[in-house]
Structure formats: structure tokens, C-alpha cells
């Protein structure tokens, strides 16, 4: 009988090294889910960041040259049909940008979402034990 007292020891132990082994790989999986969320948001919103610069340089070009237009007007006749074509198309450029990132911000989905729906599994899948 004193014989498996020690095996009972060894057995607990062994039972404690495999449930950390187990909650180490656990931690370390939702810190690499984690790690990739981040990692997805910070790509979002540099790409954000720089359709608003674009629109908003080409918004300002535009306007830039319609203010030039406005100026040019009392002048010969041709000179206009260029400027007029150049800010119509920085204009349009600027609101396609414009459009485009605000589409984006808001098809975005929420933050850190695949690492909740592995915790809502996870907890799932301890509920159900």
C-alpha cells in the first residue's frame, strides 16, 4: 500500500505538468490570434489614412485649379477646356478616394474578432464538459 502512494504523487504531478503544458499552448495560441488582430488593424488603418490623403490632396488640386480656371477665363478660349479637364479630373479622383475610404471604414469588422470567437469556443467547448 505504501508503494502506491508515491505513484498517486507522481500521477497528480504528472496530471499538473500536461493541465500547464496545455493552458501554456492555450495562451499562447490567443496571444498569436491576438498578434494577427493587431497586426489586421494596424494595416486598416494606414490604408485608410492614406485614401484620405489622396482624396483630400486631390480635393485641394482640384479646387486649386478651378480657382485657376475662374482666373484663366477672361482669356483665350482653349487655354480653358485644359484646366476645366484637369480640375474635373482631380475633383472626381478626390470623391472616387473619398468614397472608397469611407466604404472601407465602415465594411470593417470588429476589432479583435477572431480571437473572441476562439474564446467563445473554447468556453464553449469547457461548458459542455
Request: charged share 20%; net charge positive; with cysteine.
Amino acid at each position: 500500500m505504501s508503494e502506491n502512494i508515491p505513484n498517486q504523487g507522481n500521477g497528480l504531478m504528472d496530471s499538473l505538468a500536461a493541465l500547464a503544458t496545455t493552458f501554456v499552448a492555450i495562451i499562447h495560441t490567443r496571444l498569436e490570434l491576438l498578434s494577427t488582430d493587431i497586426e489586421e488593424e494596424r494595416e486598416h488603418v494606414l490604408s485608410l489614412v492614406k485614401l484620405s490623403l489622396i482624396a483630400l490632396f486631390c480635393l485641394m488640386l482640384g479646387m486649386l485649379l478651378i480657382a485657376v480656371l475662374l482666373i484663366v477665363a477672361l482669356w483665350d478660349t482653349y487655354r480653358l477646356a485644359a484646366i476645366g479637364s484637369l480640375a474635373s479630373f482631380f475633383i472626381i479622383a478626390g470623391m472616387i478616394a473619398w468614397y472608397l475610404a469611407k466604404r472601407k471604414a465602415k465594411a470593417k469588422p470588429r476589432l479583435f474578432l477572431s480571437s473572441l470567437l476562439e474564446l467563445r469556443k473554447d468556453r464553449e467547448k469547457i461548458d459542455s464538459r
